[in-house]
């Protein structure tokens, strides 16, 4: 099917028959040229030859004069032609025929007749209009479908919120982008700052197309989309070219939306050392900052980009103006797997006997495009079955495979979604405990991207960029706390601590090297930073002798330590509510309010300050300020 359309796409193509015509012309026109080449037999004589010859009465009768002044004739039994340049070179040779009665005859060549002006007017304009016709067609296509970024335009979509579940958050976030495209006038009215860019993170396959489709439904606005991916992909300068004119179409067409997928793959952190593929994407990424700020703000134009890697976006894309909003667009839990189960079934024919509830169950770690598939592959099994309807076992069946088929799709089994429960319990309970630590929005066990784990949410009341000493003892202690539930509980960790580990420890480094914190080795800055702290490098450059590199090492150990301590206290004064939060968790994977609220109310609160070695109030700088964001997530 697919192959036949493509075929006919070749022969319907004008682009094709105007190529074709060009050559054939040429052949055409080679041909006439040279059927009216005039031809003549015998020896050419030149004409002052050919009248000396006429004069001498040498020529014989009769002669035959052609309408392109050549006249034709035998001398002494042989074949010659000549010209007759000029009218009075004919009139010379016709009075001389007459006065020797010799006969002349004259050849019309009426087909040269035709053919001459065709030669000389018609078939070179035709050559000259095929090929001003195929310039036309080719720069039109050029400026249309076929230019590089393959990217799609469609109005009338037909997804709506109705599409999208097991995210209310964020479709309750993107809510008000639906209302100012359906409105743009109105927050000029008002005079509110219209969104600009949203950014949609989460992993793959948790819908985020699917959202911004939806946002372009509801508002009924004109959905644009083009891939980071594209972009970069593209021959040196191209990309930024190809940027500014995807903004100038979607300018055009506003109110519209148009959707970066993989913003990660045009918009990384630009390198210091640029190599060639590197530049590409620099030059593609300064050319979107370009445009993203060269918006009009009220022009109704709102672009949504989603990515799974916000870590590795150029900080300047996240600046305010450009991509300041983000909507997290996560796996959904049990509740919200139901639903999405519920979407997918529609319109599908299921047995009585296949319970959604209990699918929804089972399979934790899914994400919606994982449980799209397994209702579509349940579909298939029972169709090549020759089932009236879906049954459990083409359900168990679809299951499998697409777990199977997908290497990131994974299933929580009931032990490990025991083991995250109480590491995630573990954190909410200590950061509830401790009177420093941010308080707790969310918790959950299934929304990790890349591994299996929880998250657990915390939001500042008011985002703090400096954080004091037992501040940052809390942090460090609320990092430590997923670890010491699971000891406390199993006895034993699991490898899901490993990034809450990586954190306590850069931080107790931190407060010993860099912000003077530990009372042992003072108000000094022990080591250089070097490298940029976006480039992920926190190599420190050693200029202090190996028994303070011991001593330093000691006492970043002594900060882990008790912060491990302090954690497991409070867990151990807290068992009830810490088991209560991972009962909660293990059956409805993710606590939010009002729930959440009343657990920690349960909390028995304990004092961080105790350890109080007189500098509680130093307060840190710089590099802490993005531990202490306005929401922090920790694993
Ligand atoms: P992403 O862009 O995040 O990778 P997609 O939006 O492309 O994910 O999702 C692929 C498909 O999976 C969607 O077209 C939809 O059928 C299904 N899907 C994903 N998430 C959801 C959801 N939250 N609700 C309903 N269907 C979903
Ligand atoms: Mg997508
Ligand atoms: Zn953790």
Known sequence: MAKRSRGRAVWRSPIFWFALAIPTILVLYAGLLYSILPESKGEQLSYTSFIRR????????????????????????????????????????????????????????????????????????????CILVLTFLLTRSDRGGNKGIPRRKSTGES?????????????????????????????????AQP????????PPGTGKTLLARAIAGEAGVPFFTASG???????????????RELFGEVRQNAPAILFLDELDAAGRTRASEATTGQEERDQTLNQLLVEMDGFDRFAGVVIIGATNRPDVLDPALLRRGRFDRQVVVDAPDRVGRLAILKIHARGKRLDPSVELERLAGQTAGLTGADLASVMNEAALLSARRGKPAITPAEVEEAVDRVIAGNERAQVLSPAEKRAVAYHESGHAVVAWALPHADPVTKISIVSRGQALGGRTWMTA?????????????????????????????????????????????AMAREMVCELGMSESLGRLAWGQQVGSQFLGGDARKVDYSDAMAAEIDREVKRIADEAYSMAARVLQANRPTLDRVAAYLMEKETVRDPELSQMAADVVRLDSGSSGDGQGDTRVTEGMAAVAGSVQQIG
């Open 54 to 129: 006429l004069e001498r009465r040498d020529v014989a009768s009769p002669l035959l004069l052609n309408e392109d002044r050549r006249v034709l004739f035998k001398s002494g039994g042989k074949d010659y032609w000549s010209s007759l340049p000029t009218d009075p070179a004919r009139e010379r040779f016709l009075n001389a025929a007459v006065d020797q009665d010799l006969r002349v005859q004259v050849d019309q060549q009426s087909f040269k007749r035709i053919i001459l002006p065709a030669t000389q007017y018609l078939i070179p304009s035709l050559f000259i209009g």
């Open 195 to 202: 969104p600009r860019g949203i950014l949609l993170v989460g």
């Open 229 to 243: 991916t594209q972009f970069v992909e593209m021959y040196q300068g191209v990309g930024a070219a190809r940027v």
């Open 159 to 191: 997804v709506t919120f109705a599409d999208v579940a097991g995210n209310d958050e964020a479709v309750a976030e993107v809510r008000e982008v639906r209302d100012y495209l359906l409105h743009p006038e109105r927050l000029a009215e008002i005079g």
């Open 461 to 505: 009341e008011e985002e703090r960029v400096l954080l004091t000493k037992s501040e940052l003892e809390s942090v460090i202690a609320v990092a430590m706390a997923g670890m010491a539930a699971e000891e406390l509980v199993f006895g034993e960790s699991t490898n899901g601590a490993r990034d809450d580990l990586r954190e306590a420890t």
